[in-house]
């Protein structure tokens, strides 16, 4: 495997379900983030991990809570959410000192 | 919160000729600039990156950075169908870990 994979790449849950989102980069970078796409709107960035450590958390609702055991992999655990989160959820990486962030191919998720 | 700011619309182009996108920020102290394309279904994948002010040519793409004036251009030159896809600016952020402010997005359609 090479770049930044993602599994699943589709999911439909329920609002009352537990699911997570699982991100791995093969780039060697040490940092990872969370990215939320929605429909006419910019990407919105959700979390960031650098060299494990959370350093970011842009306000994000409790429902949504990110794992990063290691620099190579990012988890997004996801619990009671709501129709409105329903989006493209794309991770991403980098070095820590460059800014270029290459991104993975996201995860549709449908909440019904 | 300071804004990345792209030309709304989408943009045709007869194939063979030139794209121009154009995207304006307010941040001054920002210092790499990035352009993403993303087709639809599709993650953001990395074609440009520019930190200097002045023009980057890769193949068929340049990138114009003007820090005076806060704006970052892209040029496609000799576009094809395969271009067509939307086309994200990016900056990125002096505010700790490796933020990127993204913009909208600026759908071009190459027409055959």
């Known amino acids: 495997e090479t770049g930044v994979t993602q599994t699943p790449r589709h999911l439909v849950m329920g609002m009352t379900n537990k699911k997570s989102l699982k991100c791995e980069q093969h780039?060697?970078?040490?940092?990872m983030y969370w990215y939320k796409q929605s429909a006419k709107k910019p990407l919105e960035l959700m979390f960031v991990?650098?060299?494990?450590?959370?350093?970011e958390n842009n306000s994000v609702p409790s429902r949504f809570s990110p794992e990063c055991p290691n620099s190579s992999h990012l988890f997004l655990h996801l619990h009671t959410l709501q129709p409105e989160d329903s989006a493209l959820y794309l991770c991403?990486?980098?070095?820590?000192?460059?800014?270029?962030?290459?991104f993975g191919p996201g995860t549709r998720l449908t909440v019904t | 919160q300071k804004e990345v700011e792209q030309n709304s619309g989408p943009l045709s182009v007869p194939e063979g000729a030139i794209a121009s996108l154009n995207c304006t920020y307010s941040?001054?102290?920002?210092?790499?600039f990035f352009w993403y394309r993303q087709y639809s279904g599709k993650s953001p994948e990395l074609i440009m990156s520019i930190y200097s002010n002045g023009d980057k040519e890769d193949g068929r793409f340049t990138a114009q950075l003007n820090k005076a004036s806060q704006y970052v251009s892209l040029l496609i030159r000799d576009s094809q169908p395969s271009d067509s896809a939307t086309y994200l600016c990016a900056e990125g952020r002096l505010y700790g870990n490796n933020r990127l402010a993204f913009g909208k997005g600026n759908q071009v359609v190459v027409i055959p």
């Open positions: 780039l060697g970078h040490n940092a």
């Open positions: 991990y650098s060299l494990e450590e959370r350093v």
């Open positions: 991403a990486s980098s070095q820590d000192t460059d800014y270029e962030q290459y």
């Open positions: 941040d001054r102290v920002s210092q790499s």
